[in-house]
Structure formats: C-alpha cells, structure tokens
C-alpha cells in the first residue's frame, strides 16, 4: 500500500482549509514521476486501486467523489483495477477486476464498487460475482458468464500487460494516479497541511504538460 493510515486520514479531512497556496511548479522525480514516454490519453487521470486495499476503501469514500467533483468536466476520472496485492490470491485480484469491468460496461461500476469495498472490509465478505448480479439485477449464472466473456478477458490481459509495463517504470502501491497515461503522482509528497487539494492541484498542472 502507498499511503500510511495518518496520511490517508488527512487527505480527506483537510482538503478544505482556506487560505492555503501550492507552488506553481512541481519537480519531476520529485512530485510526480514519467512513466511513459508519450500521452496516451488526454485530460484523463486514472487511479489504480484495488478493492482489497484499505485505503483505496478511503479514497473511494471520500477522495474519488470530491477529485470528481473537483476536477469536474474538465478532466475525465478513470479506475482501473489492480492484481499485484500481495496479500490476495491473485485469481481471486483478477476475478473481483473483471466482475468490476463487467459492471463498469453497464455503467454500474460505481454501485458495484459501493457494495464490494463494504462487504470486504466490513463483514469479509470477497464474492465478486454475487455483487455483479446484484447490482445488475440478474442470475449469477448470468453474471458469470459475463465475467468469463472473451472481449472481456482480453481487455483485462491488455490492462494487466500496461500495469506490468508501470510496475517497471515506478507504480509502487494504492491507490495510485496516473495523469494523461504519462506522468504518476507522488502521493508521499502531497502538502501535509492540505494533501487532497495539492493532489487535484498536481493534477491540473500535470494535464497541462505536453
């Protein structure tokens, strides 16, 4: 995991102190590290989570809806799962990945991560396929199906080989943002006195680089 319990604690309870300013510009190497030698996708940031991760549970609470609302229409917010946990099986990583990326083709990825951060954190409950045909409303024979859909496994292997491609050139832990594919966040150095709002801060300086 990236961010220590203190630190993930303050990056949803100061993000509205008044009065507070970040520098104009951040360092490379520093603040945010290249990880790609070209943009892949313009005015995007994408987080790399799990739902396995703890404080991926906080910044889906709190930190995804404020970055989204903060960020609002000018930069699209994406999330692609992880399976590089080592706590977790990593059939069990890539099977909670898919039935997400199942729900997220219906435009229900948001209320499937509602229901399996809870049920995982909370009660220890890991039955992916069950919250997909919750969520969807359908049989989990059906659910399954989609989870084993070709399309599907394919887009998942190719999402796979890019965070393999990642793990190389510096992603480390999560959650984790990668800005127009080409430039990760830093989060160890957010401003302590305010880290929510120097992320989003970071992040439309990063959208701005060519």
Request: aromatic residues 10%; charged residues 25%.
């Amino acid at each position: 995991m990236l961010l220590n319990v203190k630190k993930g604690i303050c990056i949803f309870t100061l993000m509205c102190l008044p009065g507070l300013s970040f520098a104009d510009e951040y360092e490379p190497g520093v603040n945010y590290t290249v990880v790609s030698d070209s943009v892949n996708s313009k005015d995007t940031v994408t987080e790399y989570f799990s739902v396995y991760c703890g404080h991926c549970y906080a910044m889906e609470l709190q930190g995804i809806p404020m970055l989204k609302k903060a960020l609002r229409d000018d930069i699209t917010l994406e999330q692609t799962p992880v399976n590089f946990m080592g706590f977790v099986s990593e059939s069990s990583q890539n099977l909670m990945a898919k039935a997400f990326m199942a729900a997220r083709d219906k435009e229900k990825g948001d209320a499937f991560l509602d229901l399996v951060f809870p049920q995982f954190h909370r009660e220890k409950i890991d039955k992916p396929i069950a919250a997909l045909a919750q969520v969807l409303d359908i049989d989990e024979a059906d659910a399954l199906d989609l989870v084993q859909d070709e399309e599907i496994n394919k887009r998942f292997l190719k999402e796979v080989d890019a965070q393999n491609e990642l793990l190389k050139r510096g992603l480390r832990g999560t959650p984790s943002f990668i800005v127009n594919g080409k430039y990760l966040v830093n989060m160890e150095e957010l401003d302590n006195k305010a880290p929510f709002k120097d992320l989003v801060s970071l992040i439309k300086y990063l959208n701005g680089l060519v």
